[in-house]
């Protein structure tokens, strides 16, 4: 079962400095468990699979099917209302143009928020990072470095890691 072993910073510098010695030490970057009460954008906080996302894509793909659904929506309801047409077009986009433009704005809309969900994991749910203790000593400090191991010689070198580099406090979870 692996093992987490979490150093809390105060620093940025520092937390960084925790990254690149466990990265250093042979401890795999998509291993390295980073945390931090501000964003920071240095991308070597960044975990390896950040990576461009598709949701523009998926956005323009759902603002076609919108606007296809809205037209056909508003046309076929009118053709088969019978109105008596008075010499003018049943299915007219002026008539039809705030339904129309309301579903494309629906379908990306929709686009996007099912993208993000997607992407980004949720809605499953992950067991907690943190004990009630060290979210409170993370949310004082602001940083937390660590790495899940599931061997014994990765613990000492990830705690004595944590520990040259600076760490407040370090701590263990199963």
Not at 3 to 12: A, K, P, Y
Not at 46 to 58: F, G, I, Q, V, Y
Not at 75 to 89: F, I, K, Y
Not at 94 to 99: N, R
């Amino acid at each position: 079962m692996a093992e987490r072993i979490l150093g809390v910073f105060e620093t940025s510098a520092d937390a960084l400095r925790a990254v690149r010695g466990l990265v250093g030490a042979g401890i795999p970057r998509d291993g390295v468990i980073i945390g931090s009460t501000e964003p920071i954008l240095d991308p070597e906080f960044l975990a390896p699979e950040d990576r461009k996302t598709r949701m523009s894509l998926w956005a323009i793909a759902g603002a076609i099917l919108g606007c296809a659904i809205g037209y056909s929506l508003t046309a076929t309801a009118a053709q088969l209302m019978g109105l008596a047409p008075g010499g003018q077009p049943i299915v007219s986009l002026w008539a039809f143009a705030i339904v129309i433009f309301e579903l494309t704005a629906l379908g990306a809309i929709g686009g996007t928020v099912i993208t993000f969900f997607r992407e980004t994991g949720l809605p499953q749910r992950r067991s907690a990072i943190l004990d009630a203790q060290v979210a409170r000593t993370f949310a004082d400090a602001g940083f937390i470095v660590g790495a899940a191991v599931d061997r014994s010689e990765q613990v000492v070198v990830v705690d004595r890691v944590l520990r040259e580099v600076g760490a407040k406090d370090v701590k263990y979870q199963r």
